[in-house]
Each structure stands twice: as C-alpha cells, then as structure tokens.
C-alpha cells in the first residue's frame, strides 16, 4: 500500500518558538494533503487541506498564521505552528489523498509545547 | 454541515461473539471510509466504500453502506482480543470524524 511519512514523529518545544512538521508522500504524488489534529481520547478533526502549488483552505476556527501550510512539491506538504503554546500540545496527522478515493495516513506527530 | 455519530462510543466484546458498529451521517456523500487506531498510534485504513450498497469484508470484519439512510454499518464477527482498538468512520473527501468507537474484546 501506499506510505506516507511524517517528521519529526515527537518533538517537545518551549512555549513561543516555532515547530515544523513534514508530511511526505514517498510512492505517489498527491496533489491534495489534509491535516489533521487529534487531543487525547478524541477524534480527528481536520485543521486544514493543502493543495499543491496553492494556498491552504483552512476550517472555520483554524487560525491561518499560527498554522502556517505549505504544499511546495506533489509528495511534500509542511506545517508549521508558529509561536507555540501548551494548549497546541496535540497528535498531528497527515493524509494524502490519492485518486480511486483513497487517503493514506501519516503516522502522526505528537507535540508536546512546555 | 456534515455530521457524523457514530455508536455506540464504548463497546466491550466477548470473546467469540458478533457485534456491529452503527455510522450515521447527515448529508448526501459518494464515500464512507472506516479506520482503526491503536492507543499512540496513527489510522490504519480499513475500508472504502464508494457506492450504495456496497460491501466490503476483510476478516473479522464486514462493511456496508446503505447511502439513502446514509447508514454505514461495520460488523465483527467472532470477536478476538486483537480487535480491540478504536474504530473511526469519515465520510467525504475531507474525512469528517465520528467520535470513534472503543472496542474492547474480554476473554
């Protein structure tokens, strides 16, 4: 199947600095990412969905310039979350969507801000 | 906007029986999809179903979609302890969440 990774898997950093996570699709290209966050014992909820070469959509509620996307290339999708604080600590994930319907999963990424 | 409940939100399993998980949603979509998480873990795809009436099985466990009661049902038969995880439904391109549904399986 289909892999789509995710860097860094953890990353613990102060309150105010920036964190950068990759999302990579490694054996397709996907024009579309999604991003997604998830607290503890909760579901998903989608953040915002990355187009290749375009700007981000983000969902109601989703701040756009403290979650910073960028879809550069068609297997690469960034997110930075600038100016961290602890209440952004939460499992990202990523997913890549791929044509006949199907999205595949990043690993997810846990940030932990302190 | 899209809704999605699933139920029920905690279902403790016996060993060898046969259970079904209910995924409602509120407005007209072309795909359901199911996923298991394990604790820390990310998604692991399950199934796509793309078409009314569709089925799809895969072991254990069987998934249909009945798009005009817009009703997506996963069922497990003969429950066994490595099925216990959380088991997510989304619906649409965008992947809407159900609240999931923790599954634990009691010998």
């Known amino acids: 199947g289909a892999v789509v990774s995710q860097h860094p898997s953890r990353v613990i950093c102060k309150s105010g600095t920036s964190v950068k996570i990759e999302c990579r699709s490694l054996?397709?290209?996907?024009?579309?990412m999604f991003w997604y966050r998830q607290f503890p014992k909760q579901s998903l909820m989608l953040m915002a969905t990355?187009?290749?070469?375009?700007?981000?959509?983000?969902e109601q509620g989703v701040e756009k310039d403290k979650f910073l996307i960028n879809h550069a290339s068609l297997t690469l999708s960034t997110l930075t979350v600038t100016s961290a604080h602890p209440e952004d600590s939460s499992f990202y994930i990523c997913?890549?969507?791929?044509?006949?319907?199907?999205?595949?999963f990043g690993p997810g990424t846990r940030l932990t801000v302190t | 906007e899209l809704k999605v409940e699933q139920n029920p939100l905690f279902l403790s399993m016996q060993e060898g029986k046969n259970y079904t998980i209910y995924c409602n949603y509120s407005?007209?979509?072309?795909?359901l999809y199911w996923y298991r998480q394990d604790p820390g873990k990310s998604l692991e795809s399950l199934f796509v179903?793309?078409?009314?009436?569709a089925v799809k099985q895969e072991g254990r466990l069987m998934a249909s979609l009945d798009t005009k009661a817009r009703l997506s049902t996963l069922h497990i038969t003969a429950a066994v302890h490595d099925l216990s995880a959380t088991y997510f439904c989304?619906?649409?391109?965008?992947?809407?969440f159900g609240a999931g549904t923790i599954l634990r399986v009691k010998s």
């Open positions: 990355s187009n290749e070469g375009s700007k981000a959509t983000y």
């Open positions: 054996d397709f290209q996907a024009t579309t």
């Open positions: 997913s890549a969507y791929r044509d006949r319907g199907e999205q595949y």
């Open positions: 407005t007209t979509s072309d795909r």
């Open positions: 179903l793309l078409s009314n009436g």
């Open positions: 989304a619906v649409d391109a965008k992947l809407v």
